[in-house]
């Protein structure tokens, strides 16, 4: 055998060996608590917080992240401003896999997913990935408790309701692990893109799905195109999103406001807030859907 195809051989045996992931990984000092109402995000905060050298109280996490007593919705971009402040960076991608997962886990570091919080249900519901072993994953569920293990077909099922949402945190000077374990997906640009991809094949796969059609369009959307996004969020919400998505979901809002179409903006908020007055997400695009009818009528 000649120099270079050995040369080449050796490079491809390294390159296997680099790629193999342990067959079973589960991280150590996670911390649990069972949350208190419509705390998980609070709950999900001091469990990486806890992870990462830091103690805070479910109470003193949730008067910073919830904007008034009870509130029942904080967003991953509220979750990760907050872990900010501790000195942690954040990263959140969508079109997860159960592969980008282990990658992340087994190079020490907790995934939080946003899922619904069990089969049927359309509560949204954070919980945090520390652990996988053949075909499952081992998840700190705020709810649920300390060692909820799902399959890869439960986890998956639980994440198609939130577009396979991930957060990760990670100290900066690991930004770089990140980024191995992530490829192409730690850049925003890129991962939208595939999201696209991956929505645009579960349409085809499931087309009365409205969760495919919402996680197809908010790619559309991030990726500039809003006039398309806003027929594709109203094709799921014919399909029946069910008001509560509106309370954690505004993307649909977004997109008929810059496409124009204020009052079905409108009619919408007023549904979602008849539900949940408080919502400053939903006062936003309401206001803002009237402010631009006002002036252009």
């Known amino acids: 055998m000649s120099g270079l195809p050995r040369l080449l051989l050796t490079g491809l045996a390294l390159c296997s060996v680099a790629a193999a992931l342990p067959a079973s990984t589960t991280l150590k000092n996670i911390r649990h608590e069972y949350q208190g109402p419509d705390n998980c995000a609070p709950v999900t905060a001091l469990t990486i917080l806890g992870y990462h050298g830091t103690r805070v109280t479910q ?6 992240l919830k904007d008034y007593p009870g509130d029942p919705q904080v967003t991953s971009l509220e979750l990760a401003a907050y872990l900010g402040r501790f000195g942690l960076r954040s990263v959140i991608r969508y079109a997860g896999t159960p592969e980008v997962l282990r990658e992340l886990v087994s190079r020490g570091f907790p995934v939080v997913v946003q899922q619904r919080l069990k089969p049927g249900s359309n ?8 652990g996988y072993s ?5 998840t700190s569920d705020p709810l649920r408790g300390p060692s909820l293990r799902l399959s890869n077909a439960e986890l998956t099922e639980l994440w198609r309701y939130y577009n396979g949402e991930y957060l990760v945190a990670y100290p900066p000077a690991r930004e770089s692990e990140v980024r191995a374990a992530m490829g192409d997906d ?3 640009t890129a991962n939208w893109q595939n999201a696209r991809q991956t929505g645009e094949r579960a349409v085809k796969a499931r087309p009365g799905d409205p969760y495919a059609w919402w996680g197809l369009a908010k790619a559309n959307l991030r990726l500039g195109d809003a006039q398309t996004a806003a027929n594709q969020f109203d094709r799921a919400v014919n399909l029946g999103v069910p008001t ?3 309370l954690y979901r505004q993307e ?15 009619q919408l908020t007023a549904r979602a807030l008849d539900a949940w007055p408080k919502s400053k997400e939903l006062q936003k695009f309401r206001d803002l859907a009237q402010g631009r009818l006002n002036r252009e009528g």
Do not use: K, M, P
């Open 59 to 64: 109470s003193a996490a949730a008067s910073a």
């Open 252 to 266: 649909a809002f977004e997109a008929w406001t810059q496409a124009g179409w204020y009052t079905r903006t409108l």
């Open 134 to 138: 053949a075909g499952s994953f081992l």
């Open 123 to 130: 509560v949204a519901h954070f919980r945090t990935v520390y």
């Open 244 to 246: 509560i998505y509106y």
């Open 186 to 188: 730690f850049n925003a």
